[in-house]
T-cell receptor, first 114, second 118 residues
Framework: DSGVTQTPKHLITATGQRVTLRCSPR?????VYWYQQSLDQGLQFLIQ???????AKGNILERFSAQQFPDLHSELNLSSLELGDSALYFC?????????????FGPGTRLTVL | AQTVTQSQPEMSVQEAETVTLSCTYD???????LFWYKQPPSRQMILVIR??????QNATENRFSVNFQKAAKSFSLKISDSQLGDAAMYFC???????????????FGKGTKLSVKP
């Protein structure tokens, strides 16, 4: 158990819908990262937050957005869902935002878009 | 942009034997970190081993060791005395050590699926 929690574990929805994925980092970690794992693209970095502020952006679609709240949990919002958005979404956390520290991964949320 | 390549989609090893997984990367940076992550059927991403580019000595963690060749941009993982529990997807990953920008995120290879035969 990495100490990072993600909810829900599984999510099944229809095209065009909107969903929210939630992540709680390890106690004391200020930085949260979101990754997408799909068969086509592999593991890709989406976005990073540090202490409530966006720190870095990767290959995140405009239909996707994220935020980190004062209690440091983070949410990833996916809207206008397409079949290709079906993937495993990981959240990871680390102590600070410099990226020199180890990232601990949550168990992931499996999103299926029908 | 940095890239990570794992040229072996699948590998197989006999229990108790040794196997080496290959990884090459491309970067213009001189300071960075390299990682091997294990993803068992449970899907959990587990850090196996990491290497700082400025360290010439190869990292070792119990039965896991790396062969880091900086000039060749190669970072292979050797698993000794393979066990059934080692069966998983293994991902090689790169992270820049440069502060700022996208420095903190990991860049992953496509992975190698390792099977362990009893």
């Amino acid at each position: 158990d990495s100490g990072v929690t993600q909810t829900p574990k599984h999510l099944i929805t229809a095209t065009g819908q909107r969903v929210t994925l939630r992540c709680s980092p390890r106690s004391g970690d200020l930085s949260v990262y979101w990754y997408q794992q799909s068969l086509d693209q592999g593991l890709q970095f989406l976005i990073q937050y540090y202490n409530g502020e966006e720190r870095a952006k990767g290959n995140i679609l405009e239909r996707f957005s994220a935020q980190q709240f004062p209690d440091l949990h983070s949410e990833l919002n996916l809207s206008s869902l397409e079949l290709g958005d079906s993937a495993l979404y990981f959240c990871a956390s680390s102590v600070d935002g410099t990226g020199l520290d180890e990232q601990f991964f949550g168990p992931g949320t499996r999103l299926t878009v029908l | 942009a940095q890239t990570v390549t794992q040229s072996q989609p699948e590998m197989s090893v006999q229990e108790a034997e040794t196997v080496t997984l290959s990884c090459t990367y491309d970067t213009s940076e001189s300071d960075y970190y390299l990682f091997w992550y294990k993803q068992p059927p449970s899907r959990q991403m587990i850090l196996v081993i990491r290497q700082e580019a400025y360290k010439q000595q190869n990292a070792t963690e119990n039965r896991f060791s790396v062969n880091f060749q900086k000039a060749a941009k190669s970072f292979s993982l050797k698993i000794s005395d393979s066990q059934l529990g080692d069966a998983a997807m293994y991902f090689c990953a790169y992270r820049s050590a440069k502060y700022g920008g996208s420095q903190g995120n990991l860049i992953f290879g496509k992975g190698t699926k390792l099977s362990v035969k009893p």
